[in-house]
């Protein structure tokens, strides 16, 4: 009766009760007879449910279906019907599940396998979690499987390699982890494998050399290491290869340069090394893409590449390829050509005569020649390339000559950079055609000339870069035409007369407008009261007079704000007090007059405030930013009174009774200063007045980024510092990796610290580094620009502090330079040491006395201080700093025991006071106390006495350890 459904469940109802039970029976047999005639009916029958109970199973599994694209599957309609459904049209059974694009979530159910006529599962792009399911490789009839685009994670399933048949595997875009099988290698059929953008790891199983069918393989955006199996490279009929963004290394086969069959091979950012064939482009001819970035390949441009007549796209960037680029004009197909950051070039004036040959690649897009080592004059060819041409990079090279007229036939231009070149000459007015352009940066150059107007015809522009050139005249009131831009920078050049109207209110501005080092003149107009969304104005170094507009105070995202060096007058304006965001004003060098607001003491980001050389007058305000000496300038101001006792400023008049009390203040310093430790007093006194001498220096204004709580991802900096490349390793420490990056609009150069989150206690130090940097600001403290905790390709935590580059590296370095570094350091001088003791001394007066939370560093050492430019010295990492308002509440006894023993072996001592000295005697001797015969436990007084043997010092240490 089951065989008969639900006819046979009615006709029993019907016709059992009349009838006796032997010819009931009989008459199912006669039944079973007319109507299934043969096993084979049987068993497709009994198939049919077996698929459509899985169905229904499989469907079970999903948790959301937006799309509504399982609806259709219910008892109303028969399953081969259902949305996604193919079955075979001779026994209706499922051969095809293609559920792709429906924006499913749910996890991938077991009983897909008893789908067993099954040939092609599809259900790409889809939010399918958990693993793939393991009854997968019970389905031996299937040959094509793409999970691709999900949230699947685990491991790939071994066991797929029991599906003979398999023609094509795509698991791309998930968050699979462990190695690829090695099984997999038994899958002959196979001719698409397909895993990129997961999590893999271990290295290239060489059995895939086994696959013989296999036409695309791709395994790029992974944790795939060693080298590249020789086997790989020996399968006749490779058509893609694709193994970029991994941590591949060693060299490429030869024999991979000889599969004719080769369409395109992709390993950019990876370890490998090796020079390409000369014969490259004739044992290729198929070639389309050859993409090898980010690697450190060698040796020549092959010549015959320019016979490899379909090739399109043509990365060789970041790597040590050397010599003469040759012509390249037979490659009518190429698209983009990306040469930069190698050493290509020989120094001779044709160095660049192959852009004319590329005047005959009708389709190219893309040109980017940056940081080479070419020479010569920039060819007028360059505006007859392709107007399909999109992206023209250049510079950094010795090139010379000037922009060519015509450069604006190059109509769809969007990226143009012509930068820190020895170009001479004027803008062309031609460029105002170039109505697509987005970005055009051409600093550092040596151009002259006006500005031309017609670029404010240029409707999409968003940044405007021409700092450092020899340009003259007026600003164009035409560039407050492009409504579209966010930067415009035009500092020291030459640049003469008032700041247009329609420039300065340009409110599109939004990340920089600096106009600073040139000769402008005039008022500041009341139009700068339209940069509402600026963050960084600088109008500093110019002769611009009058009053600062009221108006400025409605620019509410400003972060900095620098007018130094002009002749700016009258009193500072209380509308300022609407700059809430400000953290970095400066006003020396000008002619204000009246008394410092009090306004400024509620500025609660403000951190750095340059008055001096002023006509203030008045008393100095004690709070806010005023409470940190560090932070403020003042000098110059002779009419000034008052404020905190570390800017030396006469006291402002005060009542009889406050006399006699700071008389008796008097009284008792003058009995110190005559005391035994009258010596130490003087000793502080010349310090102090040392660094009141010393001259106080700006922050950069040039940087769009700084002061902004940039917001980066983990991808953002992996990208800025060329994958965490060891290329741009500059440190390591006990929890992390220091890279060199470069980040935000302008490129700037920042240092990536990536702590090791496998150690145990990098979490701990994370936070204590961030609660320690939050609210702190000195001009010796290393200035972090931004933070990332969030999660890395292979979904691992991933914690990293972005700070302000030190070009000249740590005290450490100098002091004990290893050997292939002495060559390039000179030895620190008397004072420049004695700058650096002082720059430190600030520094650990100011998290002990003036921050709001106090705070012990508990690891200072010449490492962890980093030298600038300029040789001033900035403290860094505090991953082990102690905020004294945590541990006050306890007992000494409990204090040690929750502060612990921090900090390196040589340094460790009662406080930050103890390793200062350590620091002191180590800067001025060069003696290092982590030398193995300090190893087993050091006194300073031992260090002192090794430091200085037959002296007397002991008067001056306190005895400790």
Not at 165 to 174: F, R
Not at 655 to 662: A, N
Request: proline letters at 4%; one cysteine or more.
């Amino acid at each position: 009766m089951y065989l008969l459904g639900g006819t046979g469940r009615a006709f029993t109802q019907m016709v059992l009760p009349g009838m006796t039970l032997c010819v009931f029976w009989s008459f199912i047999v006669f039944a079973n007879l007319v109507f299934c005639p043969s096993n084979a009916t049987i068993t497709s029958l009994l198939g049919n449910e077996t698929d459509r109970v899985a169905l229904l199973a499989f469907k079970r599994g999903i948790s959301s279906d937006p799309l509504g694209a399982l609806i259709s599957w219910n008892n109303t309609l028969h399953f081969c019907k259902w949305k996604g459904v193919t079955c075979s049209r001779h026994h209706q059974r499922v051969t095809i599940l293609d559920l792709s694009q429906q924006i499913l979530v749910g996890y991938m159910s077991p009983y897909i396998s008893n789908l067993t006529f099954l040939r092609e599962i599809n259900l790409q792009d889809n939010s399918f979690n958990g693993q793939i399911t393991q009854e997968i490789g019970r389905l031996f009839r299937l040959r094509v499987l793409n999970t691709s685009v999900n949230s699947l994670g685990g491991e790939i399933p071994a066991n797929l390699s029991r599906c003979i048949h398999l023609q094509a595997i795509s698991l791309g875009n998930n968050n699979l982890t462990g190695q690829i099988p090695s099984e997999l290698g038994t899958l002959r059929k196979l001719k698409l494998l397909e895993v990129q953008s997961n999590f893999l790891i271990g290295s290239i199983p060489p059995s895939l050399g086994n696959l013989s069918s296999l036409t695309d393989l791709r395994l790029r955006s992974n944790h795939l290491e060693g080298s590249i199996p020789d086997e790989l490279t020996q399968i006749q009929s490779m058509v893609s290869f694709v193994l970029s963004d991994n941590e591949l290394s060693g060299t490429i086969s030869s024999s991979l340069y000889n599969i004719s069959s080769l369409e395109g091979i992709a390993v950019m950012e990876n370890q490998l090394y090796g020079s390409l064939p000369s014969h490259i482009g004739i044992s290729l001819p198929k070639l389309q893409f050859l993409l090898l970035g980010g690697n450190q390949f060698t040796g020549p441009f092959p010549i015959s590449l320019s016979n490899a007549s379909r090739l399109q796209w043509l990365e060789l960037q970041y790597n040590h390829f050397s010599g003469p680029v040759p012509n390249l004009g037979s490659l009518q197909h190429l698209t983009e050509i990306y040469l930069w950051g190698n050493q290509f070039g020989t120094g001779k004036a044709d160095d660049l005569s192959f852009i004319t040959s590329l005047t005959n690649c009708s389709f190219l897009e893309s040109l980017d020649l940056i940081e080479n080592h070419f020479k010569g004059i920039l060819p007028s060819s360059i505006t007859n390339l392709s107007t399909h041409l999109s992206w023209l990079q250049l510079g950094g090279s010795q090139i010379v000559g000037s922009i060519p007229s015509h450069i604006g036939n190059l109509i769809n231009l969007q990226y143009l950079s012509i930068c820190k070149t020895f170009i001479t000459g004027s803008i062309p007015t031609s460029i105002g055609k170039l109505r697509n352009l987005q970005r055009m940066l051409m600093y550092e150059n040596m151009l002259s000339g006006q500005i031309p107007s017609s670029i404010g015809n240029i409707a999409q522009l968003n940044m405007l870069n021409l700092n450092e050139n020899n340009l003259t005249g007026s600003i164009p009131s035409a560039l407050g035409n492009c409504k579209n831009l966010e930067a415009m920078l035009l500092s020291k050049n030459n640049l003469r007369g008032a700041i247009p109207r329609q420039v300065i209110g340009l409110s599109s501005l939004s990340i920089v407008l600096n106009l600073s080092h040139n000769t402008l003149t005039g008022s500041l107009p009341l139009e700068v009261g339209n940069l509402i969304h600026l963050t960084s104005l600088d109008v500093s170094s110019n002769i611009l007079s009058g009053e600062i507009p009221t108006t400025l105070g409605n620019c509410e995202s400003l972060t900095e704000l620098y007018m130094d060096v002009n002749s700016f007058q009258g009193t500072i304006p209380s509308s300022l007090s609407g700059l809430k965001a400000i953290q970095s004003l400066g006003f020396s060098y000008n002619n204000f007059s009246g008394s410092i607001p009090k306004y400024l003491e509620e500025l609660q980001l403000l951190t750095y405030l340059n008055l001096s050389f002023n006509n203030l007058l008045g008393e100095v305000p004690k709070q806010g930013v005023f409470r940190n000496a560090s932070a403020i300038s003042v000098i110059g101001n002779d009419n000034l009174c008052g404020g905190i006792t570390e800017l030396k400023l006469d006291p402002c008049p005060i009542l009889d009774k406050e006399k006699k009390r700071k008389s008796l203040v008097s009284t008792v310093i003058i009995s110190v200063a005559s005391g035994p430790l009258g010596l130490i007093f003087l000793l502080c006194a010349s310090v102090a007045l040392y660094r009141l001498r010393k001259p106080r220096t700006k922050p950069s204004s040039t940087s769009s980024m700084e002061g902004q709580h940039l917001k980066v991802s983990y991808a953002e900096l992996f990208k800025s510092t060329n994958g965490f490349n060891s290329a741009n390793l500059i440190g390591v420490g006990s929890y992390g990796t220091v890279y060199e990056g470069i980040l935000g609009r302008d490129e700037n150069i920042v240092a990536v610290k990536v702590l090791n989150c496998q150690l145990r206690g990098v979490s701990t130090s994370f936070m204590a580094e961030c609660e320690a940097l939050r609210n702190i600001r000195h001009r010796n403290l290393v200035k972090i620009i931004t933070s990332c905790s969030s999660m890395d390709f292979g979904g691992n935590d991933f914690k990293a502090l972005v700070f302000e580059y030190m070009p000249n590296g740590s005290l450490e370095k100098w002091l004990h330079p290893k050997l292939d570094e002495q060559y390039k350091l000179r030895i620190l001088n008397f004072n420049e040491r004695l700058n650096i003791a002082i720059d430190v001394a600030s520094v650990l007066d100011y998290i002990h006395h003036h921050c709001h939370t106090p705070i012990a560093h508990c690891d200072l050492k010449p490492s962890n201080i980093l030298l600038d430019e300029d040789m001033n010295a900035h403290v860094c990492d505090f991953g082990l700093a102690q905020l004294y308002s945590r541990i006050t509440s306890k007992s000494s006894k409990e204090q040690s025991s929750t502060i612990g023993l921090k900090g390196t072996i040589g340094y460790i001592a009662p406080g930050d006071v103890y390793s200062y000295g350590i620091l002191l005697l180590e800067l001025f001797t060069g003696k290092c106390p982590t030398d193995d015969m300090f190893k087993d436990g050091l006194s300073l007084h031992k260090f002192a006495e090794m430091a200085f043997p037959n002296r007397t010092i002991r008067f001056l240490i306190p005895y400790s350890h």
